[in-house]
């Protein structure tokens, strides 16, 4: 007998559904889609236990008969298709008739549907119980479809102990949710946890409109309106100025064709425009629309239909690069601080100085006021650049306009440079090398751009960026008092009222706790709003809304299970980033020697919470080599 043979279909349904059901967001997806794709102008989500219990879907669309219901669970069943060749030219959000038959193979599913045009005033109950067709009846039914999804994975015990903790889920549907209403703003949803709501927005004349409803006026006029055309190609939306980051890529919506989407060329684009303007792994807020011809784009490229082909992907990338670029242009410039022109010198010769509104810049190289090349500015903690001869993969020529001509053979190259950083060693230019940060030996020479602090010691020449060394002063003195529950905090005059994104207030109520044990006074304000009372005494009141972004932000990046000691870093690090001293900023003698000496007090001085070095030594046997002197 044949060892080969065909699997029993219940059991081909189950493989076939792990392609489609990751998750309870996949299966709010995939049913939310169908809504809209039934004309629905209102799509109802309710979930229980972040979706690991229970899942609730119901519209008002055109509804089924019993007839369509029953075949709705066949697989590559479907309405959208006719023949072969309108898979070129797809406008729907579903297509392929596989996404009920996958969920109700791994759950227990009950359906409850009418016609729109049906005779009878009767609807159809279906219920599915792990694919096995379990009860069909006729029930009182108004129009429209409600479709229950219970014990997502029930039969399936190795996928379920992979679902991530309720709140982490539970963010994972509101996000898509939120999506989909910003993508249908004429459609009325909503979205309930545990009975609590989470999301009500109804119909809304536009985009802009739809976004004012689910983010508040306070987030909408932080952004910019953009918007651009090329042929049959058109992309509007909303960005941020580079003061508005975040420090995750949550915040980005795109949408073509208003069907959700993480396309590789738009967020391309995306990065690109801003590269200049945001320091590494910080991240633009991002509403984008795109809209073309149907049979531009293929959509049949992934079993989750997020994944999509352009057959103009330079057209597309171009459009998307010049709208953003356009917009952040016609504001108030903003320095770039990666490949920009040098600042003009100042009067008298003194170094100028950015204006006020300039990002953060990150530690990454700056040209010189005579246009020369930076050393090497090293990368972070535990990554290597360079490696055995030959191995070098910057810019060589970059480099070589720091080295004597003829000094370093061409094969050496690599091995010159070559970096290994350790903590707790300071950068050297070509090299790191175990010497302790010692600020008594520091002269102080002056501020870079009012930025960086300038000094030399008995080694050479010493920068030390003020950002990031204040920010792990604090980071290490808010750990011990977290630590020792000796947190100070600081009353607000006026409370401050915040809106939150509906997958941030599914994160907030658990911290809720952890947040008041560690300087915040944070409650519900009604809505989709919290009130912040009191916040810990280090950080400007300024920052407050920033820093609670951060925190819920950088949580929701990590996507595992919350745990105290997890929390309470994020705290500190949120803090302390926001509290600290601002590049750009003056600082005087007595202030720049406070932080070079509370620096070398730390356990780490030599990087920040997020990894950023905090100190650049420039030895003086390279700088002698530099200028031919050795």
Request: glycine share 10%; net charge neutral; charged share 25%.
């Amino acid at each position: 007998m044949g060892r080969i043979r065909v699997l029993p279909e219940i059991l081909a349904n189950k493989i076939a559904a792990g392609e489609i059901v990751e998750r309870p967001a996949s299966v709010v997806k995939e049913l939310v889609e169908n809504a809209l794709d039934a004309g629905s102008r209102q799509v109802q989500v309710a979930v229980s236990g972040g979706g690991r219990r229970s899942i609730l879907v119901s519209d008002d669309g055109e509804g089924m008969t019993e007839d369509d219901a029953l075949l709705a669970f066949e697989h590559h069943a479907t309405s959208k298709l006719r023949r072969a060749e309108d898979l070129s030219s797809i406008a729907t959000l579903g297509f392929r008739g596989e996404a009920l038959p996958s969920i109700a193979s791994v759950s227990r599913l009950r359906l409850r549907t009418r016609a729109a045009d049906a005779a009878s005033a009767g609807g159809t109950e279906i219920q599915i119980h792990g694919g096995v067709l379990r009860n069909v009846r006729t029930i009182a039914w108004d129009r429209g479809t409600e479709i229950e999804v219970a014990g997502l994975f029930y039969n399936l015990p190795a996928r379920r102990k992979f679902l991530r903790s309720q709140e982490t889920e539970l963010g994972h549907v509101a996000r898509l949710v939120t999506h989909y209403a910003l993508a249908h703003p004429e459609v009325r949803f909503g979205l309930r946890s545990d009975g609590r709501e989470l999301l009500g927005a109804v119909g809304a004349a536009d985009v802009r409109e739809r976004v004012y409803q689910i983010f508040g006026e306070g987030f909408l006029q932080r952004l910019l309106e953009f918007g651009r055309e090329a042929g049959p190609m058109r992309v509007h939306g909303f960005a941020s100025l580079p003061s508005e980051r975040r420090t995750n890529a949550y915040s980005q919506y795109i949408f073509v064709n208003r069907r959700m989407v993480r396309d590789k060329v738009i967020l391309g684009a995306v990065r690109q425009a801003y590269r200049t303007r945001l320091p590494p792994h910080a991240y633009p807020v991002v509403l984008l629309f795109l809209e073309l011809p149907y049979e531009a784009v293929d959509v049949n490229a992934h079993p989750a239909k997020t994944e999509i082909r352009f057959h103009d992907q330079n057209g597309v990338y171009r459009l998307v690069f010049d709208a953003l670029e356009e917009a952040l242009a016609a504001r108030a410039p903003v320095p770039s601080y990666l490949h920009a022109d040098p600042l003009p010198p100042a009067p008298g010769g003194a170094v100028a100085e950015a204006p006020e509104d300039s990002p953060q810049p990150a530690p990454a190289p700056r040209p010189a006021a005579g246009g020369t090349q930076p050393l090497i500015f090293g990368p972070p903690p535990g990554e290597s650049v360079g490696g055995a001869a030959g191995g070098w993969s910057g810019a060589p020529e970059m480099v070589r306009a720091l080295l004597p001509a003829g000094r370093v053979p061409e094969g050496e190259l690599g091995r010159h440079l070559a970096m290994k950083l350790v903590p707790g060693m300071l950068y050297r230019s070509g090299r790191s090398f175990p010497a302790p940060f010692r600020a008594e030996g520091v002269k102080i020479l002056g501020q870079l751009h009012n930025s960086y602090i300038v000094g030399c010691d008995s080694e050479g020449l010493l920068l030390v960026d003020q950002h990031v060394a204040h920010e792990r002063i604090l980071y290490e003195g808010l750990a011990r008092t977290i630590e020792g529950g000796r947190v100070e905090r600081q009353g607000l005059l006026v409370p401050l009222a915040i809106e939150l994104q509906p997958e941030q207030k599914a994160r907030l109520g658990r911290i809720l706790p952890e947040l008041g044990r560690n300087g915040f006074d944070v409650e519900p304000f009604g809505g989709d709003s919290v009130l912040v009372r009191s916040v810990p005494a280090v950080c400007p009141e300024g920052e407050v809304r920033d820093l609670l972004a951060d925190i819920l932000g950088s949580l929701e990046a990590e996507d595992r299970t919350l745990d105290l000691e997890r929390v309470r870093d994020r705290i500190a690090v949120g803090t302390a980033c926001r509290a600290a001293v601002k590049v750009h900023m003056a600082l005087g003698p007595e202030k720049m020697r406070w932080l070079l000496d509370e620096l070398e007090r730390t356990r780490i001085p030599t990087h920040c919470p997020h990894g950023r070095p905090v100190l650049l030594r420039f030895g003086m046997r390279e700088i002698e080599r530099n200028f031919g002197r050795s």
